[in-house]
C-alpha cells in the first residue's frame, strides 16, 4: 500500500539514489535531486534522454527533432478553450489516453471581474475550510471529554459485572471507600476511623452483605463492639448505595456513550466534507505560488498598460501504443488478448527511476503497487473508445508532451480588443518503451497520492493517525543486532560491489548490447521507429492546425 514516508526515509533513500548504480544510465547526481524537488522527475528523464545516447538497450526513450513544433494562435474569447476541448475529446477516438500532468492559472488584478470571481471563490472557499476545521477541532475536544467519561463509567460497569459473577465484592467496596464515604467529612469517614481503628477499612472490605447483626461482625471479622457498630451502619449505607448507583450508572454510561460516538461520527463526516473543498482551492494553484518572481521581468504580463490578463496553464501527456513492424516480418502479438506480458516493464532500470519519484514526492511504493498499477492499465477506458494506457503485446510507444498556455486579454477602450491567445509549446514527440511509459504513469499516480495525503493531512484524516500509530509502534519493536564480522565483511564487499559494478558494465557495453529492448539508435531507431511515428504526429498537428485556421 502506498504510504508516506516515515521521519527518516528520505534522507536514506537519497544516499541510497547517490550511492547505488543499476545502470550507468541511471547515475545520478546531487543537481538532479535537486532538478526534482522543483521540477517533474519525467523532465530529468527527458533531459538526460536529450543528452545521453546511443541507448544501450534497456529503455528506449527518445524523440525525433523534427518532430517538434510551437503553434501559436490568436482568435475571440472562447476560441481557445474551443480548441483545447475540441481536441481532448477527439484524441481518445483515435485511441490516445490522455491525462494532466500540471497545471496552474494567473490572473492580473486589472481585470477586476474575472480577479474578483476567482479571488471570491478561493476566498469562501478557503472560509468554508477554516470553518470546517475549526467544527472538527471543536469535536475532537468533545470527543475527548467524552471518551473519558465513558472510560470511567464503563471501568465502574465492569466492575459490577465482574462482582455479580464471582461473588467477589471487594473491589466495589474499595470504590465506595474512596469516592462515597470519604467525602463524608472528618470523624465520619473510614479513611479518618483509621487512626482509632487502623485495620476498619481493611475489614469493611471483608465483610459480606448479608453480615446485619453487630455480635456476628464481631465475631466473624474478630473486632470490638464499637467498631462492628460503625461498620454494620457502613455496611447499611453501602447496600443502599449499590441498588441506587447503578442504574444511575447504566443511565449515563449508555447516555454519554451515545453522545461521544456522534462526535466521533461527525469528525469523520467534516474531514470528508472538506476533502472537495480543499481539492477545489488546491486546483486554483497560481504560478506566483511557486516562484512569485516569475514575472518580474516578464514582458508580456504588463498591467501598467492598463490591460487585463489571465493566463491558464495545462500540461498533456497523450500516448498510445507504437506496433514496429519490419518489413517482411509479422508483428508478434499473443494469442490471448490481455494475457501475460511479453516482456515485464517493472525491470532494474525502472526501479532505480522509481526511486527518484519517491524521494520527490515522499512516497513509497512497493511491488504490489506497481503490479496493480500495471493490471490497472490494462483494464482502463477512455471516454470516447476502448482506450487502454498499455498493452502487453506492444513493447512501444508514442507520446506527445503538450504544454498548453491560454492567455486571455482585455485591452481598454476605445480601441480595445478582447482575444483568446492559445500556445502549444512545443510539442515533443517522445518514442519509449513500455518501461519508460511505466514511469510516466508513476509520476501521475504518485501526484494523487500526493493529493489525497495533502488533504488528509490538513483535515487530519484517520489514515494519518494510523500512520503516525505505525511509527510509534516501530520505535517499540526490537532493535536487530549490529552485524558480526562477516556481516561487516559481506557490507564492505558490497559496496564494493557497488562502486565496481558501473565502471565494469560501462566497460561490457562496448562489446555487447544488453537489455530486451531496441539497443541500434541510428540505424534501426531513427529509421524505424521515428518515421513510423511521423502518421500520428501528422494528424495531431493537422488536426490542431485546421481548428486553429492556420492551415496545413
Known sequence: MVRRMLPGEKEKLKEEILHKTYYPRCTMRESDLKFVEEQMVVDLLQKKSSMEVPFQGQVLHGTPKEMSIILDFTGLRGSGSNIYHSFIYKAPKWRYTVKKAEDFLYISPVWAEFYNITIAQ?????????????????????YELLSHDTRRYKEIIDYFVQA?????????????????????????????????WPTIITDFIRM?????NVDKIRKELDVSAAEATVL???????????????????????????????????????????KPYIAKFKAMREMDEKKPANWV???????????????VSTRLWVWRSLPIVESGKPPARLEKKGGKWEIYPYDEWAKAWKKLIEYKYELKFDDKDIDQILE???????????????YPEDLYYLLFDMPWVLSLLRTPPPEGVETDNLMIYPITTWIMSQNALLIYMLELKAKEHAMEHYINEIIGSKSIEEEILEDVQARFKDKKE?????????????GAKMWLKPKVMRFVYLFIRPGPYEAVFFERVSKM?????????????????????IGK
Open 164 to 196: 455479580d459473577k464471582t461473588g467477589d465484592e471487594h473491589v466495589i467496596r474499595s470504590l465506595f471507600v474512596d469516592r462515597v464515604d470519604a467525602y463524608t467529612g472528618e470523624g465520619y469517614s473510614m479513611v479518618t476511623m483509621a487512626r482509632r
Open 376 to 390: 490497472d492499465a490494462l483494464s482502463e477506458k477512455g471516454l470516447q473508445a476502448e482506450v487502454r494506457p498499455m
Open 208 to 212: 459480606k452483605d448479608e453480615w446485619n
Open 529 to 549: 521507429y521515428f518515421r513510423a511515428s511521423g502518421r500520428d504526429y501528422k494528424q495531431v498537428i493537422t488536426f490542431l492546425k485546421e481548428k486553429m485556421q
Open 232 to 274: 454494620k451502619t457502613k455496611n447499611s449505607l453501602y447496600r443502599e448505595w449499590k441498588e441506587i448507583f447503578l442504574p444511575v450508572v447504566k443511565e449515563r454510561y449508555a447516555r454519554i456513550e451515545n453522545l461521544a460516538r456522534a462526535r466521533k461520527k461527525s469528525v469523520d463526516e467534516y474531514r470528508e466534507w472538506l
Open 297 to 311: 521581468s516578464d514582458a508580456y504580463v504588463t498591467p501598467g498598460f492598463g490591460q487585463s490578463e489571465a493566463l
Open 482 to 494: 549490529g552485524p558480526g564480522a562477516w556481516g561487516g565483511f559481506k557490507n564492505r564487499m558490497s
Open 122 to 142: 478561493k476566498q469562501k472557499l478557503e472560509q468554508a475550510i477554516k470553518t470546517g476545521l475549526t467544527s472538527a477541532a471543536q469535536s475532537v475536544a468533545d
